[in-house]
């Protein structure tokens, strides 16, 4: 039964990571009436791509799950930056401060993911360590 509710904590889990990168690629041009970017979505992809792998690993105590939610947010913002059919594309090349706006969501999006995934990774090896010995002091 542990393994149908950790299925169910993954589809849960995705569908929210699945979630928040739509809504930071959404907020990436936001802006006020007066044209001044309100950078929102660079604070969002950083807190979400360094703690949801952590999330993921601790949540559903799986070895694998570290790196779904980096992966479910490069499934999502590459074809976000990419050309569409009609030439429309979520994160637009220009002005010029859009353009480097769009630039640094997606390298601190990428850094953050990077740094989640291995803080994860080594949170889970630490985990699995302290369960280890304390199975051994019992």
């Not at 590459?78 to 059919?85: E, F, K, M, Y």
């Amino acid at each position: 039964m542990k393994s149908l509710e950790q299925w169910l904590g993954v589809l849960i889990w995705c569908v929210v990571t699945l979630a928040i990168a739509v809504l930071g690629v959404f907020f990436v041009p936001l802006a006020t009436s007066g044209g001044v970017h309100i950078p929102i979505s660079l604070l969002v992809v950083v807190v979400a791509n360094v703690l949801l792998p952590s999330v993921f690993t601790r949540g559903l105590e799986l070895a694998w799950a570290w790196f779904v939610p980096p992966l479910i947010w490069v499934i999502v913002v590459i074809p976000s930056a990419s050309l569409t059919g009609d030439g429309d594309i979520l994160l637009p090349g220009s002005p010029a401060y859009s353009s480097t706006l769009n630039l640094i969501y997606l390298g601190l999006g990428v850094v953050a993911a990077i740094v989640g995934a291995y803080v994860a990774r080594m949170d889970f090896n630490l985990i699995r360590q302290l369960r280890r010995t304390g199975e051994r002091q019992k």
